[in-house]
């Protein structure tokens, strides 16, 4: 059976190009039970449709819908394939969080709900004996015939240790590098899936059902080991929603780390409140340069709202325990939430001048389909049920916050996005170890890697967008000083 794997295009984003790990995994699978797979990236390829239909004939093709933005590149390729005659899935979060706004694309045969390998594996295995009844395969969304659809029954999650080997030779790898803190040729990896927690604000209660599950370890090793010694990685972003659930797990994994003897460090995205002064230190020792802290506000009551759940007296220690270990910390903030006002806002930049970093990622709250606060929303008639994708499409949040749920003025709250977002650009000289690492070098690094690693379609696309979000944070955060004086925020915060 030829199976296709398509990783869509992404429309306006500045974002560096990151391993599709979902679809590899899944093309791993598949492959190893038997099946014929084409993983085809195209935000990095730069062969036609065309080209890849001749040299690979598909007899069954699956879309992954990240985000939104995907949204048309993901039509373009299933309209392409559904006038051969060939069926097409749809799968990832967007698509499992609105099945109903996913069919509303006649392009699309049925949708793969949650995580994908073995529901793949059993739709392969039917269509490769004839037309298959789809209704007899969990864990799919199909067309009722009426204009609607149905859910065939759940399907319960693998076995992370029954997953074989990734299959590098699927993608090119050296066109995901990155540069990061103490690296250049970084990867996205992953220890682990799903979150124990429920931010009312992610996908991750719908999607993972708040259900955290480990990979062995020993092939997470075996990862690590063939990327350097194969392609001379040196830097690995563990993608855990939550690296380590505490000092045990992270003993475990540094020592594992430490055991390889190999060139490389990493990061990880981790929570308040786990780790401290002694754990820092004890992970950069294994390798760690960077942690993303998910902190959210600075307001105890929008936290509750959120669900947050951290503990709030360690976020200022915990950022200090990180900068004396020698590890970049990263803060990242919400503003914008619904019922947060003016206060909740000066408390957030309040907090944020005391932690002890320069690098934060502040964003606008934007509804996330799947999450418990847009069901909530959409109940109490504030915001639209998304019942076609291209709903989603037409907003554009820096220009006008078209769903502002806070008490606070829409051009507050894009003056404080985007001061956030030109301190952390503008600041240089951060402490890695012993040594300095400029933020500004590291994107404009990316920047470059994406003209010579993506395709030129990509490239034009992502610098327009680029060049377009930079002059409009360039303008906010300059143009408007009262606001800035209003929240308390410092011009030239020193530490």
């Known amino acids: 059976m030829n199976v296709l794997l398509v990783n869509p295009h992404t429309d306006m984003s500045n974002r560096a190009i990151t391993l599709p790990l979902g679809l590899l995994s899944i093309a791993s699978y598949l492959g190893a039970h038997g099946h014929k797979v084409r993983l ?6 730069s062969v036609s449709l065309d080209e890849v239909n001749a040299s690979f004939r598909a007899d069954i093709v699956g879309v992954s ?29 967007m698509a499992s969080a609105l099945p109903r706004a996913v069919f509303a ?5 049925a949708i793969s709900m949650g995580e994908g390998e073995e529901t793949w594996l059993d739709l392969a295995n039917a269509y490769e004996k004839g037309k298959p009844d789809l209704s007899i395969i969990k ?16 399907r319960d999650f693998m076995d992370l240790s029954t997953l074989p080997e990734t299959d590098w030779s699927l993608v090119q790898v050296e066109k995901y590098f990155q540069s990061s803190y103490g690296c250049k ?19 991750n209660k719908e999607f993972h059902r708040s259900c955290y599950r480990k990979r062995p370890l020993e092939a997470v090793l075996k990862e690590i080991r063939y990327l350097v010694e194969n392609h001379n990685m040196d830097g690995v972003y563990f993608a855990d929603e939550l690296w380590c659930r505490n000092s045990r797990e992270m003993h475990e994994v540094c020592d594992a780390l430490s055991s390889l003897h190999l060139n490389f460090v990493w990061g990880c995205q981790t929570r308040i ?63 914008g939430f619904p019922g947060e006002t003016e206060d909740d806002i000066r408390q957030t930049v309040d907090l944020i001048e005391r ?13 996330m389909p799947g999450s418990d606060i847009y069901y909530r929303l959409v109940s109490e008639g504030l915001y639209p049920e998304i019942t076609d994708l291209r709903m989603l499409k037409e907003e554009d949040f820096m220009l006008l916050l078209e769903h502002n749920y806070s008490e606070v003025p829409a051009l507050d709250l894009k003056v404080i996005h985007s001061w956030y977002m030109w301190r952390s650009f503008t600041s240089n000289n951060i402490s890695v ?41 360039a303008w906010y955060s300059h143009a408007h000083p009262k606001i800035i004086k209003k929240y308390g925020i410092k011009k030239n915060r020193k530490k």
Do not use: Q
């Open 139 to 154: 864990g799919l969304a199909l067309r009722d015939g009426k204009g609607g659809y149905f859910l065939t029954p759940e």
């Open 433 to 473: 170890g012993e040594e300095k690492t400029s933020f500004t070098k590291k994107v404009i690094s990316d920047a470059l890697h994406s003209i010579f690693g993506g395709n030129l379609k990509g490239f034009i696309l992502s610098t327009w967008y680029a060049a377009k979000e930079f002059l409009l944070i």
């Open 65 to 93: 819908l990240i985000s939104y933005k995907t949204l048309d590149d993901s039509v373009f390729v299933s309209e392409y394939y559904k006038r051969l005659g060939v069926p097409v899935v749809w799968g990832g979060p």
């Open 273 to 335: 409140g786990i780790f401290n002064r002694e754990d820092f230190e004890y992970m950069f020792r294994s390798g760690c340069r960077w942690v993303f802290f998910g902190v959210e506000s600075g307001s105890k009551k929008v936290l509750e709202a959120m669900n947050k759940r951290i503990a709030y007296d360690k976020i200022e220690s915990t950022f200090s325990a990180c900068k004396e270990a020698g590890v970049v910390a990263i803060g990242s903030f919400i503003v």
């Open 185 to 203: 040729r970084m990867l996205y990896l992953y220890c682990a899936k799903g979150c124990p927690f429920s931010c009312v604000f992610c996908f």
């Open 105 to 109: 694309n006649d392009c699309v045969d």
């Open 40 to 45: 085809y990236d195209r935000s990095v390829e």
């Open 355 to 367: 932690l002890d970093t320069t690098l934060i990622n502040l964003n606008f709250f934007i509804v």
